[in-house]
Every structure is written in C-alpha cells, then in structure tokens.
C-alpha cells in the first residue's frame, strides 16, 4: 500500500498545488487534498494547513504531507505545532537541503513557498523529498527523540497552565 501523502494550501499556493497534486498520484502515492479547492484570494492558510499537519501527527509513520503558501515559512509554522510533525520550508535555492531534510531530521511535511519556485521546480523537489529516506543514523535519531521530548514537556506545561488557571 502506498504512503498517504496530504495535501493543503491557501490562495498563494493554489496554481501549484493543482499541477503537483495529479503528479504526486502519478509518482504511484494515495493523494488526500484538504484544499483550498477554489482561488479565493481572501483565505487564510492556516484554516487548510492544520488539517493537513493533524492528518500527518495523528500517523505520521504512514503519511506524509506537502503544504503550500507565498513563502511556505507560515505555513511550516502552524504544521510544525502538531506533535510528531517535522516540516521543513523550502523556497527555492540548493536542493540538497530537501535530501538532509529527509535523511537527517525525518521531515514528514514539505512546505513550498509557491511565489518562489515554478512548476518544474515544485515537481523536482517534491519527487526528491518523496523519494528520500530517513537516514536512522543514530546520532539522527538521538536528535528527533530529543524533539519529541520536547513535544511531550511542552504538552505538559501547557497542560499544566491550564489547570493552575482554572484550579482558581
């Protein structure tokens, strides 16, 4: 069975995201788009990003999910407050970056910034990143398990904000 890839983005990534997700299903991957499904120049990322960057945290051994936007820098932002979500932005520049993502921190979420790279460009780097692999390198793993450390005591602090909040 194929990895799941998810897909979302807002009006800035849109163009791109049409002409990448049919070429991703192409590439022999299951394809689920949270949207945006129409141009609406007045939406905002944030409302597609999290469903894409949940979908990925709630099986993030199985999915994996590209996300679009002007930069992909925000976008990147919101997907990364979901436990076990690694996303890395890339906007164009040495594609290199894309393979460490992959094989030295495990990304699970490719974040494009849509104004910055073409078409060609945005199918390139999502078939290098698809076809990455995490590399298990043990000081690699070393590292994510120290970021999913700090998922699991920073749920706890917020947790226990709450309660000293409402303990009152």
């Excluded at 022999?28 to 499904?37: C, M, N, P, S, W």
């Excluded at 905002?44 to 999910?65: F, M």
């Excluded at 976008?75 to 076990?84: D, F, I, L, R, S």
């Excluded at 000081?139 to 998922?151: F, M, N, P, Q, V």
Aim: proline share 4%; charged share 30%.
């Amino acid at each position: 069975m194929p990895m799941k890839i998810y897909f979302a983005t807002d009006h800035a990534g849109f163009k791109l995201k049409e002409a990448l997700v049919p070429y991703v299903q192409k590439l022999g991957f299951e394809v689920q788009d949270f949207g945006a499904h129409e141009y609406d120049p007045e939406d905002d990322y944030p409302d597609y990003i999290k469903k894409a960057a949940e979908a990925v945290s709630n099986n993030p051994q199985k999915t994996l999910g590209i996300i679009l936007g002007g930069s992909g820098e925000g976008e990147a932002m919101v997907a990364n407050k979901y436990t076990h979500v690694r996303a890395t932005a890339y906007y164009g520049g040495n594609p290199e970056i894309i393979t460490l993502s992959r094989e030295h921190n495990d990304a699970n979420i490719l974040s494009l910034g849509a104004k910055f790279i073409n078409e060609y460009e945005g199918k390139r780097i999502v078939r290098q990143w698809l076809l990455g692999h995490y590399s298990l390198g043990e000081r690699h793993k070393r590292r994510i398990e120290k970021i999913e450390g700090l998922e699991k005591d920073i749920s706890i602090n917020k947790k226990s904000l709450w309660q000293r909040l409402f303990q009152r």
